[in-house]
Nanobody, 118 residues
Framework: QVQLVESGGGLVQAGGSLRLSCAASGSTFSINAVAWYRWYRQAPGKQRELVAQISSGGSTNYADSVRGRFTISRDNAKNTVYLQMNSLKPEDTAVYYC?????????WGQGTQVTVSS
């Protein structure tokens, strides 16, 4: 089994920056079997949306709404994935969730609140 612990959320003014972290612990075998490391977000009254993802090989993809402002990265030695968020906007306000996905594996963190004030 794999446990994910997210951190780094908080309250920031528009135009500011935050860095989210997601540390994975547990089964090394399961962590190594992960194909995609993802950040999702869910705003009140809206569906959960994929924000960014990075593959085990290092390929990245971003939602159109965050491309150029957010950067996803990984530290394999620490089993940690990051989401650097710059030029934050009020519409980025949401609970952000870390997700690790592989064949037969789908792990979620508890979520961390990001609030951007105007």
């Amino acid at each position: 089994q794999v446990q994910l612990v997210e951190s780094g959320g908080g309250l920031v003014q528009a135009g500011g920056s935050l860095r989210l972290s997601c540390a994975a612990s547990g089964s090394t075998f399961s962590i190594n079997a992960v194909a995609w490391y993802r950040w999702y977000r869910q705003a009140p009254g809206k569906q959960r949306e994929l924000v960014a993802q990075i593959s085990s090989g290092g390929s990245t993809n971003y939602a159109d709404s965050v491309r150029g402002r957010f950067t996803i990265s990984r530290d394999n030695a620490k089993n940690t994935v990051y989401l650097q968020m710059n030029s934050l906007k009020p519409e980025d306000t949401a609970v952000y969730y870390c997700n690790l996905w592989g064949v037969g594996r789908d792990y979620w963190g508890q979520g961390t609140q990001v609030t951007v004030s105007s």
